[in-house]
């Protein structure tokens, strides 16, 4: 799928029959969030994602249907064909950017940047992810994720180090209760001098 030659879907095909999707870039922000929800049960997830999807008649919930769902959720792009969506993937080692702590950065890059007001925008979610993926370093949402992206080594000259970490502090993106419990049952079992492969 080439976003410059070929138009943008509103429909995925599942076991040969053409669904329609709500392709807006809001519906898809929130289907993100509902991925990340680590409150959320996988069963829930899935009826969730499905209602706010599909605009009519929902396809039966299938490993076929999952699969087209996250084929247009990662903008047509095989996992290996590019990094369309980096920053989802980078998720799972660190964070750099949260729809709901972020939103008035990203607006206010997306107005800077492009002139669109996200409040007014009909934009695709494969359009908003072009642009968002755009977004040039002079904007401060793009400063402040370079900021949680930046990794410290001892290389760096001590003022330098000292600034980042106070970067890292200040944009540091709130930390979920599972995360809490998961760093404090690391620290137990430590302290407690036990393995902690199965927390890993």
């Known amino acids: 799928m080439n976003i410059l030659i070929d138009s943008v ?11 329609g999707i709500n ?4 519906i898809w922000i929130m289907f993100e969030q509902l991925l990340t929800d680590t409150s959320v049960t996988d069963t829930a997830k899935n009826s969730a994602a499905f209602n706010l999807i599909f605009s ?10 999952i699969s087209k769902i996250l084929w247009f959720y990662s903008c047509g792009k095989e996992a290996d064909e590019s990094n369309s969506c980096e920053e989802e993937a980078d998720e799972t080692d660190r964070r750099i950017y949260d729809y709901d702590c972020d939103d008035d950065y990203i607006y206010s890059a997306f107005l800077q940047q492009y002139k669109i007001d996200l409040q007014t925008a009909k934009l695709h979610w494969w359009q908003f992810r072009a642009l968002f993926k755009g977004l040039t370093d002079d904007c401060k949402f793009v400063e402040i994720m370079s900021y949680r992206a930046i990794k410290i080594d001892g290389d760096m000259p001590k003022r330098q180090r000292e600034f980042y970490r106070k970067m890292k502090k200040l944009y540091a993106l709130p930390v979920s209760a599972d995360e809490i419990e998961r760093t404090k049952a690391i620290e137990d079992a430590l302290l407690a001098g036990k393995g902690v492969n199965n927390l890993l």
Request: a negative charge; aromatic letters at 8%; charged letters at 30%.
């Open 9 to 19: 879907p509103l429909t995925i095909n599942i076991g040969g029959t053409e669904y």
């Open 23 to 26: 392709s807006d870039f809001r």
């Open 56 to 65: 009519d008649e929902k396809p039966p919930l299938t490993d076929e249907a």
